[in-house]
């Protein structure tokens, strides 16, 4: 059949995965290659990946990564630079000043986004800073900074790399509810005080069957605040073994999120968060529950690969 990433690029989005610097070889890193456009590190330009040691930069794994990118004519989709997880000890444990870790955070962004700087498509600035509530996630950054960090970290980001486009991302934002409500508000404000923001991502971990109905709209109603939206780290769980039913339904769920994104102008495109079910990041985090990818454990496809073939 046809490559994924031919089809996406003939209905002007982009088809990416989630990758790991150990996956680049061999068969996955063919296979990526191939049917993907795009490429997310799923941890490599972290906090704690990239500075495990204050002053000390690690960007070997990550430069990998957007090697891989180039030579497989992929973009790729950064991820991520201010996150209230994956920090580095010496930084949570520090007790910084307000005004030391607004520092340390502006050169923090400055630094990874200048490295990066032509070699990146798009830059998820902020990660994760809702409650489900709506309220903001009382994180390092927000208790010690307040809601300014968000501004700020997207006004260093941009000076870095004024190309990159910028994204805040979050989860359990799909459907509309408290927590999209209050991403919603920050959006709109952000916008209004003309911080260089540019898409909002779309986490979409969704459970087998609960794909939002009204993910579409609720992605509209952001994009007509004037940024770009994303769907940004596509999985679809569910509780193990699969069977052929819920292989199915999986399908069917896949197949609303990629009609859902070609049917909102201004979705750029879905990323999966991670191609097959040997890596996924689920099984390990949500014990019990596994296959979420579009391929199995042994790198074959799945009914949700041809489901994103054929609504592609
Ligand atoms: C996950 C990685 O996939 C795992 O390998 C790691 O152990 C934890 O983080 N939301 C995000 C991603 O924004 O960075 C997370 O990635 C998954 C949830």
């Known amino acids: 059949g046809t490559p994924l990433r031919t089809l996406a690029e003939a209905k002007g989005v982009y088809i990416g995965t989630a990758l790991q610097a150990n996956e ?13 456009d795009s490429v997310t590190p799923g941890n490599e330009m972290k906090w704690a990946s990239v500075e495990p040691t204050r002053g000390t930069y690690n ?5 990998q990564i957007v090697s891989f990118a180039q030579q497989n004519d992929m973009r790729v989709r950064a991820h991520n630079l201010v996150w209230h997880s994956q920090l580095p000890n010496w930084l949570t444990s520090g007790s910084f000043t307000n005004t030391q870790l607004h520092d340390l955070m502006i050169k923090h962004v400055t630094d990874e986004v200048t490295h990066f700087k032509g070699k990146v498509a798009h830059w998820d600035v902020v990660n994760e800073p809702f409650n489900e509530d ?23 980001a941009h000076a870095a790399d004024p190309n990159a486009k910028l994204y805040v991302n979050d989860y359990n934002v799909e459907g509309q509810n408290a927590k999209s409500n209050g991403l919603y508000n920050l959006v709109k404000s952000l916008k ?3 911080v260089p923001i540019d898409g909002v991502g779309f986490q979409a971990h969704f459970i087998l069957g609960q794909v939002p109905s009204d993910f579409k709209a ?9 940024v770009d939206v994303a769907v940004t780290e596509l999985d679809v769980r569910m509780q193990t073994p699969s069977d052929a039913g819920k292989l199915q339904q999986q399908a069917n769920d896949y197949t609303a999120v990629v009609n ?28 019990g529950q596994g296959a979420a990818t579009p391929y ?16 592609l």
């Open 59 to 63: 960007w070997g794994p990550a430069d």
């Open 192 to 194: 209004q005080q003309g």
């Open 134 to 156: 709506g309220t903001y996630r009382a994180d390092l950054w927000y208790n010690q900074l307040g809601v300014s960090y968000i501004a700020d970290a997207f006004t260093a």
């Open 218 to 226: 609720n992605m509209q109603r952001f994009a007509d605040l004037g």
């Open 24 to 36: 680049l070889s061999g068969t996955s890193g063919s296979i990526a290659g191939a049917q993907f």
């Open 260 to 287: 859902d994104c070609l049917g909102v102008s201004r979705c750029v495109g879905v990323t999966v968060w991670g191609f097959n079910d040997a890596t996924s990041w689920v099984p390990s985090t949500f014990p």
């Open 296 to 311: 199995d454990e042994n790198l074959n496809p799945k009914p949700a690969y041809t489901a994103i073939q054929t609504a």
